[in-house]
């Protein structure tokens, strides 16, 4: 906790000491002691009240005043509203808070355009402050420190300063449900949707009973054999595993439209029972584990967290580099077994030559962004949608900022013409 160590004489007080030094003086020099203890009383007045602030400002330094601040829900989600609680106890009573002002800061993009307003409830030895934050933009922002301020009765004196830690709230990106269950299930795109079966070892494998388990699942025999619960492996763990590729460009809102596309996607496949992970964005070591689908959202929630700290990348080099970067994270790790759903922009020869040999017909579909928001499409991103299509992924354009279930339709809607034409 930091410290709190700013006791400062106010301008009253400035003006009282002066006030009672002068009549101190001339009471001395004059002989009328009535006029000296006026004086020094007023001189005492100032003592008085940085003797008290200096007390409390060391009492909250050794601990005295103890913070806790919580936010709910946490991780927030873009537009929706979390509370702050930011609770002040008193240890043992022995810090009076009924003359403390508080105040909290937050950063911008928590507060949604406006300001924030805050309640405050103070009882016996504690206060709390609530107030409701809005957050408007994706990543970790920061509220606090809390902001104190004491003076004594008098008026004379004050201490203020920063107490507690701040704390860095986590905001998802907004994502959006997408049926999966759209088109019957004839196409490859439609079985990856619904989960499409692979032949693997771990079909009748067998693991620890786990809280929350259907005891349909139990292996008797195997239990009674080692004397413990065994359960039959989630046979979902055989459907093919999906890769999410995410191509980050340098525009602000493209950029957040493309990374709620990829998470809404990523969610979408892992609900339907795929292991997902997503690639890209500069950050492919944290992001390339596979998520297994749970049943408590757990690999959901985990998912969503990594799409917290990706950043935009500062120039075309940079963004090039970061998807060759994940191309080749797919190459050396077996893309070729896996399914393939990328959202990208216009790219440049090499990594959209990369792209257009990992996927084929049977694994690859794509999301085309055409122009940014509210700008036209480039002859680069026409041509990365022609060329994959060329390639055999099935790919369709979108127009970065439109509705994502619209965008999602269309691709499978894309993917149910091309097995027409087969």
């Known amino acids: 906790m930091d410290d709190v160590r700013r006791v400062q004489v106010t301008a009253r007080g400035f003006a009282l000491g002066a006030v009672g030094v002068g009549v101190a003086a001339a009471g001395i020099l004059l002989g009328v002691q009535v006029l000296a203890q006026a004086g020094l009383l007023l001189v005492g007045v100032l003592a008085y009240g940085l003797v008290v602030l200096g007390t409390a400002a060391r009492t909250a330094n050794r601990g005295g005043l103890t913070l806790v601040r919580r936010v709910v829900p946490h991780p927030v989600t873009v537009d929706d509203e979390a509370v702050v609680e930011v609770d002040l106890t008193s240890a043992g009573g022995v810090h009076r808070l009924d003359r403390l002002e508080i105040a909290e800061q937050a950063a911008r993009e928590l507060s949604g355009g406006g300001g924030l307003r805050a309640r405050v409830h103070r009882s016996r030895g504690r206060l709390q402050l609530t107030y409701a934050i809005h957050p408007s933009h994706r990543g970790r922002w920061t509220v606090g420190p809390l902001q104190v301020q004491r003076q004594d009765l008098f008026g004379v004196a004050r201490w203020s300063g920063p107490l507690g830690p701040p ?5 998802r990106p907004r994502v959006v449900h997408l049926d999966m269950d759209t088109r019957s299930s004839s196409t490859d795109v439609d ?27 139990v292996h008797w025999r195997t239990s009674a054999r080692r004397a413990e619960l065994m359960v039959r492996q989630d046979e979902r763990a055989a459907r093919r595993p999906v890769s999410v590729l995410l191509d980050l460009p340098d525009d602000d809102a493209t950029a957040e439209w493309s990374i709620s596309a990829a998470a809404s996607i990523a969610l979408a496949l892992m609900r339907s029972g795929h292991r997902v992970r997503l690639l890209g964005g500069g950050v492919v070591d944290a992001l390339a584990e596979h998520h297994r689908p749970d049943v408590d959202g757990t690999a959901a929630d985990a998912l969503l967290d990594q799409t917290v700290d990706l950043v935009l990348p500062p120039n075309r080099m940079t963004r090039d580099a970061w998807l060759r970067t994940a191309v080749d994270t797919l190459s050396q790790q077996g893309g070729g077994a896996e399914l393939i759903v990328a959202v990208v922009g216009g790219l440049d020869p090499d990594a959209l030559a990369s792209l257009a040999r990992i996927g084929d017909a049977h694994q690859g579909w794509a999301m085309v962004r055409l122009g940014r928001v509210g700008q036209p499409a480039g002859d680069d991103e026409t041509y990365t949608l022609e060329a994959l299509r060329r390639a055999g992924w099935r790919a369709v354009g979108v127009q970065p900022g439109e509705d994502l279930a619209a965008a999602w339709e269309r691709l499978l809607g894309a993917s149910d013409r091309a097995e027409a034409m087969r």
Do not use: E, H
């Open 167 to 171: 704390m860095k709230v986590a905001v």
């Open 191 to 217: 079985r990856a949707a619904v989960g499409t079966r692979m032949p693997a070892a771990d079909d009748a494998s067998l693991r620890d009973y786990r809280a929350g388990d259907d005891l349909r699942r």
